[in-house]
């Protein structure tokens, strides 16, 4: 059975930073791209980070500069380091993997920026 467990949200406030992490079970993560969703409330889903199996790193506009995405195979523990938080990087956390055109999800973690 395939698990991604997030962690790591919070109330920050603003220019705080967070460390987020992914947890995955039941998949060989090491061949798995990953990525950092994020959804506010009634918005959509967007992407905010990816990573690929062999360490290629791609970010939305927003996140460059602040956030950083990496993975710990011998951990099966992705993570996403975020610096300088907005208000408006308030939002629940995902992380997604992918192989194969599978996609699986996690149930996310809420980040809230606020004073």
């Known amino acids: 059975q395939v698990r991604l467990v997030e962690s790591g949200g919070d109330l920050v406030q603003p220019g705080g930073s967070l460390r987020l992490s992914c947890a995955a079970s039941?998949?060989?993560?090491?061949?798995?791209?990953m990525g950092w969703f994020r959804q506010a409330p009634g918005n959509e889903r967007h992407l905010v980070a990816t990573?690929?199996?062999?360490?290629?790193?791609n970010y939305a506009d927003f996140a460059k500069g602040r956030f950083a995405i990496s993975r710990d195979n011998s951990k099966n523990t992705l993570y996403m380091q975020m610096f300088s938080l907005k208000p408006e990087d308030t939002a629940v956390y995902y992380c997604?993997?992918?192989?194969?055109?599978?996609?699986?999800w996690g149930q996310g973690t809420q980040v809230t920026v606020s004073s």
């Open positions: 990573i690929t199996r062999d360490g290629s790193t």
């Open positions: 039941g998949i060989i993560f090491r061949i798995y791209d």
């Open positions: 997604d993997a992918v192989f194969g055109g599978n996609h699986y």
